[in-house]
């Protein structure tokens, strides 16, 4: 699923730590030592080889300097960066040699010297075999494996009709990329980062007996064992932008980006409580990687995973692990390029050996998930120069053919398969999770699509296939406008989720698993939303399949104390499942929830004004045409008048603001926007997508209770200015604070506030 929050916390006090640590140690710098002259600075290498597209990490040794500028002789064929004051990035461009000086300030004793180093550098053109090799063969010759896809959308994404046309023959001018069985990144320059210890949990932080049960099979593990579960969405795969991804060294950063709270014990023991039995996690590895081309995990992002993982198997649930967006990556698979390809190949491979690796002594209560709904169309999305998704205007996207994007989406989920079968121990029989073409029911259940082939030992039993479901997407997308469903014709709309969940069954038939990763109702504020739940559990129960809620922060999970949200919700999860999770909320779903009341205020004063620009980021860190990198509020946000300074604030990124106005002493308060550019223009860098209104209990707080309001429906024009309803919820109880945001990048021009006379 889709993006939302972006919160930055910078810690500054590692050179704090330092000092005090050298102080401890007893080597304390003495009051002349600032005055000892330095070392002359030298390069860790004189010559250095790289692949076109490839990267390769040169250091300043002996000082740090004051500054570096570098200057490269033939820049057609090489490019030089200074990372930092101490490190080099040297990118091929083109195959050749040229030279570089690299121009380092530093101080000596009292004095600033300047010294120019040389390097050389030659760059070579990819012949060899590439980092991944094909593995695909036995896939795809496989006669047990079914094939299947029907994309279940990403947030906002309606799904495509389902292509019925005949496989498109492969171009010899664009070769597929193939995965290896077995190489490791082949460059032979490859700048290792220096080892970190690995810092691992102790013993009383693991809840789990490492018991595999190699005679369970995945088919026995989802309909028997693993019961209802969720997801913790919009946590683990929340991303920031890349500048700011390559300095943040705090996991809960990341996992508070998007409006999650830090996950506690207590929060997953209050989802136990309601007789979930799996947790999803959804993970972006990308977060804290070094992006140095060796795609190492920092191990405070892999302890941090593992460490939420045993608050789960604390109340012996299942946990299922993936690699989740990420920041669009994977839309290198597709690239043009062939060495960005392979880059994404060993990318791919690395990641989970890492995974597997940590988790390779865990019971048969950690399942491991190939991917999500990237791999199938995905694979050509465009890539910015550091690989990812963003909104830089220097983008690439891949040209891969329908038949290409199957056999490649096979052979990723065949390299997956084979690195951790490869890693023995548990490993060798851990259930996997493969992620179905889209993870999209009807792509998937295309003969084009193969499951892997697994060790002649397991055969298909420890292997499951990953599909989503949210049909109709009208009801239960984010910005859904179906508010009704089973109202008119209950029976209907219950055999139309039967039609399209049901062709899955040809992987039940032949031996797998299969689980619905996610399902859900985006907008709580619809109707029948307890009767959605129960259809889908029923038919997935009835078809052998596990369904997974789709679950975000202040959805129907509070992240402050695990408590369900709405008591209608938590009552039908306590009697499915025979359970007695607190059900004391006041608030119910549906869409009784909120007053879609509008007002044309032409002709009214507002109680509450806020004038000036609001630039409402989207993820690139973009304001306007300049980009910011280090999350402040006022390159987001430029205020020219405010009645009320004390009662707005913006987050820091750019992505929500928050009123306070004493709300419960309001009659009836609606709010009006005003913006720059054409908002109602889709293909804009202006455009004012769905409006979404929740409460919070301060400012950057967690979304409560949200609801969504399509543009049109709170749309002004030069001769009607509507305001819409402020929810009744916001003032009740802690929630004081309207947390306000939009859908898609529009500048904000003026936020107005009435009530009745």
Request: hydrophobic share 35%; net charge negative; aromatic share 10%.
């Amino acid at each position: 699923m889709g993006k939302s929050t972006k919160k930055v916390i910078f810690k500054k006090i590692t050179a704090i730590a330092l000092s005090l640590s050298m102080v401890l140690a007893g080597n304390a710098v003495s009051p002349n030592s600032a005055q000892a002259k330095a070392k002359a600075p030298k390069l860790a290498k004189k010559t250095v080889s790289v692949n076109v597209g490839a990267k390769v990490n040169v250091k300043i040794k002996n000082v740090t300097p004051k500054k570096v500028t570098v200057k490269v002789k033939k820049s057609k064929i090489a490019k030089v960066k200074v990372k930092s004051k101490k490190k080099l990035i040297v990118t091929g461009i083109a195959a050749g040699k040229t030279k570089a000086t690299v121009k380092v300030k530093y101080k000596s004793g009292k004095k600033v010297k300047t010294s120019n180093l040389k390097l050389t550098i030659n760059v070579t053109e990819v012949t060899a075999t590439p980092v991944a090799t094909a593995v695909a063969t036995k896939a795809a010759t496989t006669t047990t494996a079914p094939a299947v896809a029907t994309k279940a959308p990403e947030a906002t994404e309606v799904p495509a009709a389902e292509d019925t046309s005949a496989p498109e023959a492969t171009p010899t001018a664009t070769p597929v990329i193939t995965l290896s069985d077995g190489d490791e990144i082949d460059n032979p320059e490859l700048d290792l980062p220096e080892e970190t210890p690995k810092v691992t949990l102790a013993p009383e932080q693991i809840f789990d007996d490492g018991e595999m049960r190699k005679d369970m099979t995945s088919l026995e593990l989802t309909t028997e064992e693993m019961g209802p579960g969720i997801n913790l969405g919009n946590t683990f795969e929340a991303t920031l932008d890349y500048d700011t991804k390559i300095v943040t060294t705090d996991p809960t950063v990341f996992e508070t980006a998007w409006g999650s709270q830090v996950i506690t014990q207590e929060v997953i023991d209050g989802i136990a409580s309601y007789g979930f039995k799996t947790v999803r996690i959804p993970v972006a590895w990308s977060n804290m990687m070094h992006e140095d081309g060796t795609y190492t995990i920092d191990q405070a992002w892999m302890n941090r995973i593992e460490e939420v993982t045993n608050y789960c198997l604390k109340n012996d649930m299942y946990v299922i692990i993936n690699d989740h967006w990420d920041s669009g990556w994977w839309g290198q698979f597709g690239n043009p390029d062939a060495q960005v390809r392979l880059n994404a190949a060993a990318r791919y491979r690395r990641f989970w050996q890492q995974i597997g690796e940590t988790f390779k002594n865990y019971s048969d209560h950690v399942i491991l998930e190939s991917g999500n709904e990237e791999i199938g169309q995905r694979l050509n999305d465009a890539v910015d120069e550091h690989g990812y998704s963003s909104n830089s205007s220097n983008r690439t996207g891949g040209k891969l053919t329908d038949a290409q994007k199957y056999q490649l989406t096979n052979q990723i989920n065949q390299t997956f398969v084979n690195v951790i079968r490869a890693q023995g121990g548990n490993n060798a029989y851990r259930h996997l999770l493969i992620a179905g073409y889209d993870t999209n029911i009807g792509y998937t259940c295309k003969d084009k699509f193969v499951m892997p082939t697994d060790t002649e030992e397991n055969g298909v039993s420890k292997l499951s296939v990953s599909v989503h479901f949210y049909s109709p997407w009208g009801y239960c997308g984010d910005n859904g406008s179906t508010v009704n469903w089973g109202v008119d014709d209950l029976e209907g709309d219950q055999a139309d989720m039967r039609e399209e969940l049901e062709p899955a069954t040809k992987f039940v038939d032949a031996g797998y698993g299969v689980i619905v990763g996610e399902y859900g109702v985006c907008v709580p504020q619809h109707n029948n939303i307890p009767k959605y739940f129960e259809s889908v559990i029923s038919i997935c129960k009835d078809l052998k399949y596990l369904p997974v809620l789709w679950d975000t922060a202040g959805r129907y999970i509070d992240r402050n104390t695990g408590n369900m949200t709405y008591s209608d919700i938590a009552e039908f999860f306590n009697n499915l499942t025979g359970s007695n999770g607190d059900a004391s909320s006041e608030f119910v779903t549906g869409e009784v929830a909120y007053d879609k009341d509008v007002w044309d205020v032409t002709n009214k004063e507002p109680i509450f004004s806020w004038e000036g620009k609001w630039y409402k980021n989207g993820g690139s860190g973009m304001v306007g045409d300049d980009k910011s990198t280090e999350g402040k509020e006022g390159d987001f946000v430029i205020t020219t008048s405010c009645s009320s300074p004390d009662s707005i604030a913006f987050n820091s990124w750019g992505y929500q603001s928050f009123i306070n106005l004493n709300w419960s002493e309001l009659k009836n308060p609606h709010i009006r926007f005003e913006f720059a550019g054409d908002p109602g223009d889709a293909e804009s860098n202006t455009s004012a997508g769905a409006l979404t209104l929740a409460a919070a209990d301060q400012p950057d707080g967690t979304p409560y209770l949200s609801v969504t309001i399509d543009y049109a429906d709170y749309a002004c024009t030069d001769s009607v200015k509507n305001a819409v309803a402020v929810p009744s919820l916001v003032g009740a109880n802690f929630y004081q604070w309207l947390y306000i945001t939009f859908a898609d990048q529009p500048i904000v021009t003026g936020i107005y506030v009435y009530d009745e006379e």
